[in-house]
Structure formats: C-alpha cells, structure tokens
C-alpha cells in the first residue's frame, strides 16, 4: 500500500479530471476519455460543429453532409498533422489503394492548432492534395524493387507528416466564431 499525499491543487485536479471523465462518457458512451486524445477530438469536433466518431476506424468526426472527417491537432507553435501508424502493405500499388480506401473521396482533412486548451487556429485540406502529400512522401520509403524499408524505425508502419507550409499552400483557413 502506498502512503500518498497530496496538496489541495492536486486533489481538485483529479476531481475536475473524474467529473471531466464522467460528462465524456456521458457525451459519448466512451469510459477512456484520454485514450488517442479523444476527448481533444470531441472538444474539435464539437467546436466545429461535427459529428465524432465513437468508434475506432478510419474517421474521426463526420460533417452535416454525412462525409468523413479526420482530425489533426497539434499544441506546437505551427499548425501541422502527422498520419502516423499507416498499414504497411507489400507494394507501392497495395499502399496507394489502401491510403485510398482509408481516405474516400469525400473525406475532409482538418487541422487544428490548439492554445491553452483552446483551438487558435483551423485549416481545411481537400482529400487529392492531402493523399498526394501523404502518400509522395511515404513512397519515398520504398526501395527501387517495390519493398517498404521498415529498417532502423522504432515503429515500422509508415506515417508522414503535413507541414505548416503545405497546409497554408494547399488548404483554406476555417474562420472560428467565438
């Protein structure tokens, strides 16, 4: 048994985290509040008037027409989303159709900067210059015979990273209303 002590600003902490916890689940169903920042995804998805996604598949959110919505947030000074922990497929064509079928046409691509707890700002990228961005740059990780190069990676599944560049290039700023 530990002896644990707490000061009063720790105690409150934990109170605001289980009452925090408890109108997630009511919210959504959801017990784990903070697993793969759901509760940043609900908090997105709410402030922009989008539906989340409860369930664990390739969508975070869905908009008022019914298409998919993937969120990205970041806390850092520029705005930017990774896809990280994509399938690693046998073949450069095989990743092509499974990024694809992951991303439908009419997915929408969102990405947030957060500040104090708070989106500061949103950008919209379409689906064809997120897909060409994401996917040119993981191809680059294949060797000349058509093979994904899993060597030396802590994870081995490939991921990119959109930067705040690309996203001012090809996106469109999402105006918030306070």
């Known amino acids: 048994m530990y002896n644990i002590h707490m000061n009063k600003k720790e105690k409150h902490l934990l109170k605001k985290i289980e009452e925090v916890a408890e109108a997630f689940e009511d919210l959504t169903g959801d017990k784990d ?12 998805a ?3 008037g989008l539906d989340w996604n409860s369930g664990f598949d390739s969508k975070d959110a869905t908009d008022n027409k019914g298409n998919p919505v993937e969120l990205k947030s970041t806390t850092q000074a520029r705005v930017n989303g990774t896809y990280n922990g994509l399938t690693a497929t046998d073949t450069e064509e095989e990743f092509i159709e499974y ?3 992951k ?4 997915t929408r691509h969102i990405f947030v900067r957060k500040d104090n707890g708070t989106i500061a700002e949103a950008w919209e990228l379409n689906n064809e210059d997120v897909l060409d ?9 294949w060797y000349p015979d058509g093979v994904y190069d899993r060597k030396g990676r802590a994870d081995p599944r490939p991921g990119a990273a959109v930067s705040m560049t690309e996203i001012k290039k090809h996106g469109e700023k999402i105006e918030l209303h306070r």
Do not use: D, H, S
């Open 46 to 48: 709410i402030l922009l």
């Open 103 to 106: 991303y439908p046409n009419n």
């Open 99 to 101: 990024m694809e079928r």
């Open 133 to 141: 961005i994401v996917v040119g740059k993981v191809l680059k990780n």
């Open 33 to 44: 509040a903070f697993n793969y920042n759901r509760l940043g995804e609900v908090q997105t």
